[in-house]
């Protein structure tokens, strides 16, 4: 058991009266408290980790081994207790041929089959080899998903807009028919390719999102849908029973959890966006941080110290969330990609042998890219009373020479937004400012105390050259492995997700019930809300 809980507690107990501003009187700070690799800058100095944290963070990385829990998930041992699954969305990106066993089968091989089924699918329809029914070329796609077989390619598509060569990629995942309808919306069936992806084949969303599509297919081309369909599954049976092709399907093992399949066949409508070879680089980002992770020193790692800070954040500082702050307009998607991949592994009360947790466990994790993130609730960032860590993310180069001054702009407000919540305003500078606006008497006070800013609010900065499709793999795969780190030292399951269950239990109860059913055993709120909902 370690001691490092309680001695970082003691350490914040004493930092309560340092500023972040205040620890960059150290001026090799910046040194200690950040990490590079050839890409990525990871900027943690402004955070009010000191010297003996860090070490103490290292320490307690180390104690709850950290390091063989890494190796046990890279060898494919099953690490997913719950679900009796080795975890290995890693060898998806992996080009090693050296035997992984799973179950007494190596799994390598199966892999590279695939990846090489769907480059030889995404080339045939790219090129027009493969047509629609009428002999017309595929203009769309539409990847029917969720959660993990929809936040992932279509977040990774979506950032990657500026490599497209294919045609032109859209995702429907809400069961809302407002979603399958405006996405539909202007589409037209005869040029259209509909993908249908869900690990299970049950998911009650995308089975219903199916079938809604395939009857506009069939209002569109008749009797050859199955022209028109692709599936992305590991139930092949159930493919089957939908009327879709063999060749047509993509499956994978269920040793790659939802969250974390956008690496395999899960990722066909990135690699009908971007091309194979834009997708292979996409894998190879991912490989290279796992190489990272695998073999840099803790002191060193990103995401072991991603993770650290995390920890910090949450368990030492108690604070309850993360936001997200992308300074790209193309990662839009990749605060809601994130919830999934952080909330839904790292949202548990138990240990991995069932015992309740003794700490905090995942933060709520939320943002919107920058610069629109300001101008809504950055308020809150600088001036509530609440302490989120902001986690931003910013290229060096944008993908619009033309518009230099846009990226330029861009830069500058990311930088400001670290600073500000860094320096805070003091009151006496606050009542200048008022003072020069003119205010005086008893306005002048009111007036600066609005103005002050407490500052010495936590940010990280994870700084890169351009967003390629190697460097989005790397960014994805740093993420997934700071996850990882955090549920090693919490001692949970990182990789099951229990919690979605009931909910979706008692949605089938209440189905028969919205339908006009007697609403039986039910409280007196949902049967009132019933009443009002039915029509
Ligand atoms: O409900 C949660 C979940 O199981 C996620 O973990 C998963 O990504 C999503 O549903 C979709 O599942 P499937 O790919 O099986 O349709």
């Not at 001026?27 to 690799?37: L, N, V």
């Not at 089957?240 to 066949?265: C, K, N, Q």
């Amino acid at each position: 058991m370690t001691n490092c809980w309680s001695k970082l507690k003691e350490n914040f107990s004493s930092a309560k009266d340092r500023s972040i501003n205040s620890l960059f009187d150290d001026t090799t700070r910046m040194d200690h408290f950040s990490a590079e690799t050839d890409q990525f800058l990871l900027d943690f100095s402004k955070t009010n980790i000191d010297h003996e944290a860090l070490a103490l963070l290292i320490r307690l990385a180390e104690d709850t081994e950290v390091a063989a829990k890494r190796e046990a998930m890279f060898a494919g041992q099953k690490i997913n207790k719950t679900e009796d699954r080795a975890v290995l969305h890693t060898a998806l990106r992996a080009s090693n041929t050296v035997p992984l066993i799973v179950d007494g089968k190596d799994v390598r091989h199966g892999i590279e089959v695939t990846l090489s089924r769907m480059e030889s699918f995404c080339r045939a329809v790219q090129s027009g080899t493969i047509l629609a029914s009428g002999g017309e070329r595929f203009t769309d796609v539409v990847n029917i998903g969720i959660g993990g077989s929809d936040l992932g390619p279509a977040m990774a598509t979506r950032a990657l807009a500026p490599y497209h060569i294919g045609p032109r990629c859209h995702f429907i995942s809400n069961v809302d028919g407002a979603d399958l309808t405006d996405t539909l919306c202007g589409l037209d069936p005869r040029r259209t390719l509909v993908i249908i992806a869900s690990k299970t084949f049950t998911t009650i969303e995308t089975m219903t999102n199916a079938k809604s599509a395939l009857r506009w297919l069939k209002a569109g081309v008749g009797e050859a849908v199955a022209d028109h369909l692709a599936a992305v599954s590991t139930s092949l049976e159930r493919t089957a029973e939908m009327g879709i092709h063999p060749t047509r399907v993509f499956g994978f093992a269920d040793w790659v959890g939802g969250r974390y399949s956008l690496w395999g066949p899960v990722g066909l409508p990135i690699m009908m966006a971007i091309g194979p070879k834009n997708f292979r680089e996409f894998l190879a980002g991912g490989l290279a941080m796992d190489t990272h992770f695998q073999t840099a020193p803790f002191a060193r790692n990103l995401p072991v110290l991603l993770g650290l800070v995390g920890i910090w954040h949450r368990n030492i500082c108690q604070y309850s969330s993360r936001a997200i702050l992308p300074y790209d307009e193309r990662l839009g998607r990749l605060p809601a990609y994130l919830q999934q991949l952080d909330m839904e592994s790292n949202g548990k009360r138990v240990t991995l042998d069932g015992k309740e947790l003794s700490h905090a466990s995942g933060p709520v994790v939320w943002g919107e890219p920058g610069t629109n993130g300001q101008h809504a609730f950055f308020q809150l960032l600088h001036q509530g009373t609440e302490v989120a860590p902001a986690e931003f993310l910013i290229a060096a180069k944008g993908h619009e020479p033309a518009l230099q001054e846009h990226h330029d702009l861009l830069k500058a407000n990311c930088l400001a937004q670290s600073e500000a919540l860094m320096l805070g305003r003091t009151y006496d500078q606050a009542l200048a400012i008022a003072r020069n606006l003119g205010y005086d008497g008893s306005e002048l006070h009111t007036q600066a105390t609005q103005r002050v800013f407490p500052g010495s609010r936590p940010s990280i900065t994870l700084a890169f050259p351009k967003l390629t499709p190697f460097v989005l793999g790397q960014i994805i795969a740093l993420y997934e492995h700071r996850v990882f780190v955090e549920g090693a030292i919490w001692n949970i399951n990182s990789f099951d997700q229990w919690g979605v269950e009931l909910g979706k239990e008692l949605a089938n109860m209440l189905l028969p019930m919205v339908k006009g059913a007697a609403p039986n055993g039910k409280d007196a709120s949902t049967c009132r809300l019933l009443k009002k909902l039915a029509v």
